[in-house]
């Protein structure tokens, strides 16, 4: 921000103190733009630099008042716009670690068992697993997974507690679990 910009954001913010919204969209259009050089200075044409001059735009429309018009703009200006960069940073960093580009695609993983993908289902395989289970155990993995019945019904119905249930489910899901090759999933 040259001298001159900031005598002229100091008289706008003045002016848009007692009230001059012609002065504060002005105000606002001279800091949006010096915002926007500051960023792409340290930053370089990152996609998310319009996000840096928004939110310093916000926290300066949200701390105009706080503004002394005896002290210098400059500093306080670009105390609000380091803070909001760094923000921002912030957020970006927080966002890279966790997401997943989405022009690349992972390819779908192979299945441990018979060459199959995971999306690939083998229903005779299925039904020959559960056929295997005892009877109880059976009927109730029927029920939980293939009708989508809650565990309470469940063990109204069979007059099992529903601790019972889930147990006797686990027992079930560790027998399917070693008939698929997967005995630690």
Known sequence: MTAQQESQATALIIRAHDGDALAYAELLTLLANTARRYARGRLGDVPWLDDVVQETLVSVHGARRTYDPRRPFAPWFYAILSSRLIDVLRKEKRVRTREIVADVLPEPAAAVAGGHARGDVDFQQVRAALEALPPRQREIVSALKLRDESVK?????????????KV??????????????????
Do not use: C, I, K, N
Not at 153 to 165: F, L, W
């Open 168 to 185: 006797t489910a686990h027992r079930a899901y560790q027998s399917l679990r070693r008939v698929f090759g997967r005995p630690d999933a």
């Open 153 to 165: 019904d469940v063990s109204r119905r069979m007059r099992m507690s529903e601790s019972a249930v």
